[in-house]
């Protein structure tokens, strides 16, 4: 059992035995990952520290981030400790740590650049060689061959180097996912809904369990706070054939849903199969109805019904008269 009473899954143990191999026994982390293991004490004080730097975005942390999402799992946190926790652990479930502007894994450009430019060296060598009448044979074809080799390593390393970081960025995403549905935060709602729709079978597996403990933690204070997407990406799981997962979301809409949770809710009270369902959203439409015109009340602009008044610096001319003098003209006076 860990410090919180969770327990050390047989299957986690080796993994984590095998990652805490590649860290300088030295390191803090790899200490109180040690410490985990037997069994003894750690606190959310030591990994703070561990936290703050190896959830950067960096190609280089990645064993460091597994073992981090793995302590947070069996360590003793506050509510104050979890709500600090829960940012970097959502960025790594939203998996855009480790990646560049164009959305490649970053060791796999490093390693294209390192790549491409050995044969470029070569070249430049073997022009050189060719220039001073270096045709010699055991100088030539050396070169001609090195250079081949070193193009056809151009297009097959950065295949490698992008398979092998996909499978570690698949590995971090799926573990920052599950310490987000251990600690259950409201706050990693919109993170963990938009995971369990990722095309990655493994990533929505681990997504979909997490999702529940975090619904359950959401409260109707909490309505307005979560982010744009967390309403469209709950009520596209309401197609989902389990009973007991759509009367959860139902129950998670009526606390946080808004306007565009109207249309998904009415055809499920018209359609859905279950009795329970249909009953269920037919009592949460009006607070979502209601919701709606309110934001459509708050998004209509009100106008002024009557022109502004005049400049104090205008002039008063009579109507219909003939031109008058400037200085004689009337100003109008204070309101």
Known sequence: MGNDGSPLLDAEVPRIQRLLRGLPSGRWLARAITDLLKLEPVSFT??????????????????????????????????ADRAEAVGPLCKLGAGIEGRDWAGAPLRTTNAFIRTIAAPICLAVIWMVAAFTH??????????????????????????????????????????????????????????????????????????????????????????????????????????????????????ALEKIGDGRAVEPVQDLAQRSRYASVRNRSAEILPTLLARRALETAQSTLLRASSDPLPAQDSLLRPAGAAAVAEEQLLRPTDV
């Open 134 to 251: 270096w045709e010699a044979d055991w100088i030539v074809w050396p070169l001609v061959m090195g250079v081949l080799a070193l193009i056809t390593l151009c297009f097959f390393l950065p295949i490698w180097s992008f398979r092998t970081d996909a499978i570690r960025c698949r590995g971090v995403r799926a573990s920052a996912l599950h310490t987000l549905g251990h600690l259950a935060h409201w706050r990693s709602l919109g993170t963990v809904a938009s995971a369990s729709l990722d095309r990655d079978p493994g990533i929505r597996s681990t997504a979909a369990e997490a999702l529940p403990p975090i619904i359950e933690s959401v409260r109707s204070e909490h309505y307005g706070q979560l982010g744009s997407r967390v309403v469209p990406d709950l009520c596209a799981h309401l197609r989902s054939p389990h009973e007991r997962g759509v009367l959860m979301l139902l129950d």
């Open 46 to 79: 030591t990994l703070r520290s561990e936290m703050s730097w190896c959830l950067e975005p960096t190609e280089r942390a990645w064993r460091e981030q597994e073992l981090v999402c793995w302590a947070l799992r069996h360590v003793d946190m506050s509510e």
